[in-house]
């Protein structure tokens, strides 16, 4: 009986102490979003391939601390009731994957969750010989439309 009380007085101390928040002022840093004004180096607006309804446009640029990102401009949109509409970065306008070579034409960058603004961080460097956005629906197997970045 006396272990039970003086369990139960510690784990009201820790619960009741460990819970203290003296310090309201903390700020939460969003990593997908960028730092400061993101510096567009290429653009381009989509076209709409296989009877989506894509549009907008695709923005690779590099915020305050040098992060790549590719920016969806608030106007995007695409088809979201097939499944998954995969984004990648490409040599060309259509889509050609090697999987046996690691695909030299493609770069993955994200899934498109929304449609609307949205920012994709791209970790390391962006090869300048991608040179479109592509959206892809595995489900359907074929391109809901790309982007060409000048």
Request: contains cysteine; charged residues 15%; hydrophobic residues 35%.
């Amino acid at each position: 009986m006396k272990n039970l009380l003086v369990l139960l007085l510690t784990s009201s101390f820790v619960l009741f102490t460990a819970c203290d928040n003296d310090d309201d002022s903390v700020e939460i840093i969003d990593s997908s979003r960028p730092t400061g004004e993101l510096v567009v180096s290429r653009s381009g607006d989509f076209v709409a391939q296989n009877g989506t309804p894509t549009q907008g446009n695709a923005a690779l640029g590099t915020d305050d601390d040098g992060t790549n990102f590719l920016r969806f401009s608030n106007d995007f949109m695409t088809e979201l009731g097939t499944g998954t509409v995969s984004i990648y970065l490409s040599t060309s306008d259509t889509f050609m994957p090697d999987p046996g070579n690691g695909n030299p034409d493609l770069m993955v960058v994200g899934a498109v969750s929304g449609n609307g603004e949205a920012f994709f961080r791209i970790d390391g460097g962006v090869d300048s010989k991608y040179t479109h956005v592509i959206l892809w629906c595995g489900t359907a197997n074929i391109p809901f439309g790309n982007a060409p970045l000048q």
